[in-house]
C-alpha cells in the first residue's frame, strides 16, 4: 500500500475515532446535567457541634456594579457554621467600602476583614488570599470569586457532598441571566462547550476543577504545603486539585451551579479571558493542542471527510448534518445547566452559538502567539509545567 493511501487511512480511522468521542462526550454531558443538576437536597440535619464548619475565604480587587448583591449573598446563607473571610489588596481598593457596608449591615454574621495580602509568590490571588488562610478556624475552606452569586442553600449543597473520601467539591461554572449580547454568549459557551468537557473528564475519572467555587479540606492542603505551596502558579485551582487527588482523595460536584454574575462584561472581555485560559491549559497540559478538533466546524470537516473516504458520503452534506445535530445536542445541554427557561430567543441562542464556534479557532491560535498573560493588575510568561514568572517594566 502506497504511503498516501496509508496516510488517508489513518486520518479516516482517526475521523471515525473523532466522532464517537465526541458524541460520547456530547450523551455523558447531557445525561449527567439532567440527573445531577438542580436536585433538591435535605436539609442539613445534624447537631451544630457535627455541623462541618466552613470558612469562605472571598479574593476581592474593585467594584463592579454587581459587586455588593453578589457579595450580600453570602451574608444570608443558610447554614449554622461558617465564617467569611473577606480579602483585599490594598487600602485604597473601593471593595473595602463595599466590605465595611456589609459588615455594619449584618453584624450577627461572623465575618471579618483582611487588608494587605502577604506577598508569598507570584499568584496576586494566592497573595491576597493569605492573611485569610491563616485566619480560618473551620477544617474546610470554601474559595470563591468575587463575581459569584449564591442561593441560600448553597453551602448546605456543598457541605452535603463532602463525605469521608472526598477532599474537594466544586461547582459546575455557569452564568446568570443577564442583558445584552455579550451576555447571551458568555452563557452559551458556559452551557454547551465548557461543560461537556468538564463533565465528560469528571466523570470518566479526569480531574478537571475550575476555582470559581470550591470547598476543601484544610488539612489536606496544609499537608500539601498549605497555600504557600501553589503560589508559584497563576492556575492555582489546577495545582491545588491535583494535590487532593494526589493524596487520594476523592473530588465531587455540587448539585448547584457555580452562578457567576459580574456586572462587568463585554464580547472582549470574553475573548481575552478564553484567551488566558487557553495559554493556561497549553504550558499544563500539551494535549490541549488537540482542543480545535473537538469544536463544531472542523470536527465536522474531519469527521465528513472520513465519512466520504469511507462510506463515499457526500461531504458537504454530512457536514451540514453534524454541525445541525450538534447545535440541536448543545440546546438541550444549555437547557438543562440553565434548569429552567432560557432568557434569550432561540434565534439570540442559534446567533450566538454560530458566532462562539466561529471564534473557537481563532482564541486558539491567539493564545499560542503570545505564552504571556495579563491578569489583575501584572503580567506573567508562562513555563511549561504551569510555573510562571512576572513580566517588570523597567
Known sequence: MAPLDVALQGFSVFGLVLFAVLWLMHFMSIIYVRLHLHRKRSEVKQPFAQVLGVSLLKPLKGVDPNLISNLETFFT?????????????????????????????????????????????INPKINNLMPGYEAAKYGLVWICDSGIRVKPDTLTDLTNQMTEKVGLVHGLPYVAD????????????????????????????????????????????????????????????????KAIADRGWKFSMATQVALQNSGSYSIGQFQSRMIRWTKLRINMVPATVLEPVSECFLASLIIGWAAHHVFRWDMMVFF????????IADYIQLTGVQGGALSFSKLDFAVAW??????????????LWDPTISWRTGRYRLRCGGTAEEILDV
Open 178 to 241: 443577564r442583558q445584552g449580547f455579550a451576555a447571551t454568549l458568555e452563557q452559551v459557551y458556559f452551557g454547551t462547550s465548557h461543560p461537556r468537557s468538564y463533565i465528560s473528564a469528571n466523570v470518566t475519572g479526569i480531574k478537571c476543577v475550575t476555582g470559581m467555587s470550591c470547598l476543601m479540606r484544610k488539612d489536606v492542603l496544609d499537608q500539601a504545603g498549605g497555600l504557600v505551596a501553589f503560589a508559584q502558579y497563576i492556575a492555582e485551582d489546577y495545582f491545588m486539585a
Open 354 to 367: 454560530f458566532i462562539r464556534e466561529s471564534m473557537s479557532v481563532q482564541i486558539f491560535l491567539s493564545a
Open 320 to 327: 451540514m448534518c453534524h454541525c445541525l445535530a450538534w447545535f
Open 77 to 121: 446563607l443558610d447554614y449554622p457554621k461558617y465564617e467569611i473571610l473577606l480579602c483585599v489588596q490594598d487600602q485604597d481598593d473601593p471593595a473595602v467600602d463595599v466590605c465595611k457596608k456589609l459588615l455594619g449591615k449584618y453584624p450577627n454574621v461572623d465575618a471579618g476583614l483582611f487588608i494587605g495580602g502577604k506577598k508569598v509568590g
